[in-house]
């Protein structure tokens, strides 16, 4: 079955620095793909970046990029240079890519953004 | 293009009663994905459309149902509502973006039921 593990129920950042937003994830399946999204308070879910497990390159999207360690079962998202707006629920999830869309999403981490 | 729409916003029930939200894919998009969302639960699949048939189900009670229709809209229907069916309701379309297949969430329903 399917699992994704977010360790990390919230994590603090300075504005303009970087941090790292953890996952990991379980899947026999040798064809996924692994998403990260944004929550803000308003509760819509804002795609940010996308990895394919048979991608060689990891992931970018602007100050977003993901740093996907196939072997370890990772894929953390890092957010660059860090605002205010940034703060928010992160979610990692992941689709085995077998025909279904079915996303199956960990529990999230929120990052508090500090001035 | 337009994103994914869904409505209403926000709901007010009582138990008992019967629910039904809407949600419009991104333009021919033909797969919409339903997820509610709880504090307790995180975020659960509910069920898959792909043009206008039911093709993945999560594991919820039959009171939980859906439908396509044939310009992919889809509405999800909750009977007999229970306090615990208060929750964020959130439908996702998926896009083909530079060779990559992702999905694409509306703003949400939240219902609430008393």
């Known amino acids: 079955a399917q699992k994704i593990t977010q360790t990390q129920p919230g994590m603090f950042v300075q504005e303009k620095e970087a941090v790292t937003l953890d996952c990991t994830y379980d899947?026999?399946?040798?064809?996924?793909?692994l998403f990260w999204y944004k929550q803000p308070s308003s509760g819509e879910m804002i795609f940010l970046i996308y990895?394919?497990?048979?991608?060689?390159q990891n992931a970018t999207e602007g100050r977003y990029s993901l740093n996907f360690q196939k072997a370890r079962k990772s894929a953390n998202l890092v957010i660059s240079a860090s605002q205010l707006g940034d703060s928010a629920m992160y979610f990692c999830?992941?689709?085995?890519?077998?025909?279904?869309?079915?996303?199956?999403f960990g529990k999230g981490t929120k990052l508090t953004v500090n001035p | 293009k337009a994103g994914v729409t869904q409505t209403p916003r926000y709901l007010i029930k009582t138990r008992g009663q019967q629910v039904t939200l809407s949600c419009s894919p991104i333009?021919?998009?033909?797969?919409v994905s339903w997820y509610q969302q709880t504090p307790g639960q995180g975020l659960q699949f509910l069920f898959e459309?792909?043009?206008?048939?039911?093709?993945n189900k999560g594991n919820f009670p039959g009171r939980f149902s859906g439908r396509q229709f044939s310009n992919s809209r889809s509405e999800m229907n909750v009977s007999t509502l229970e306090l615990g069916d208060s929750a964020l309701y959130l439908c996702?379309?998926?896009?083909?973006?530079?060779?990559?297949?992702?999905?694409?969430f509306g703003p949400g329903t939240r219902l609430l039921v008393l």
């Open positions: 996702a379309s998926s896009l083909v973006s530079r060779g990559k297949k992702t999905q694409y």
């Open positions: 899947t026999s399946d040798p064809s996924y793909g």
């Open positions: 990895q394919g497990s048979y991608d060689q």
């Open positions: 999830a992941m689709r085995e890519e077998g025909g279904s869309e079915k996303l199956v």
């Open positions: 333009s021919g998009h033909r797969s």
């Open positions: 459309y792909f043009s206008e048939t039911q093709r």
